[in-house]
Nanobody, 120 residues
Framework: QVQLVESGGGSVQSGGSLRLSCAASGFPFSYYAMRWFRQAPGKERELVAA????????????TYADSVKGRFTISRDNAKNTVSLQMNSLKSDDTAVYYC?????????WGQGTQVTVSS
């Protein structure tokens, strides 16, 4: 079955950096787009970044929420079945639980989430 396991969360001061990782298993990783979402207390879950499948000569496309453009970078390692989110210049507004996600036409799959706390 599909499993997504996030790691790398923690506490950091404003302006600092963290790198989140998501280990994927149970599906042909290279063929699937991967996404990072986050959910802050009292707010809806929001898409942070997405990366396309690794299939195709052009390489995977990436998209970002406006709030993280220029600060966050999503990447994938298809040999290790992992997707990462490098987060730089962190702000207090980035405090949230971060979730790894993949999807098909029928289903969404989620990890358990990892907490990121940014203190000012």
């Amino acid at each position: 079955q599909v499993q997504l396991v996030e790691s790398g969360g923690g506490s950091v001061q404003s302006g600092g950096s963290l790198r989140l990782s998501c280990a994927a298993s149970g599906f042909p990783f290279s063929y699937y787009a991967m996404r990072w979402f986050r959910q802050a207390p009292g707010k809806e879950r929001e898409l942070v970044a997405a990366i396309g499948s690794a299939i195709g000569s052009a390489g995977p496309s990436t998209t970002y929420a406006d709030s993280v453009k220029g600060r966050f970078t999503i990447s994938r390692d298809n040999a290790k079945n992992t997707v990462s989110l490098q987060m730089n210049s962190l702000k207090s507004d980035d405090t949230a639980v971060y979730y790894c996600n993949t999807f098909t036409l029928r289903d969404n799959y989620w990890g358990q989430g990892t907490q990121v706390t940014v203190s000012s």
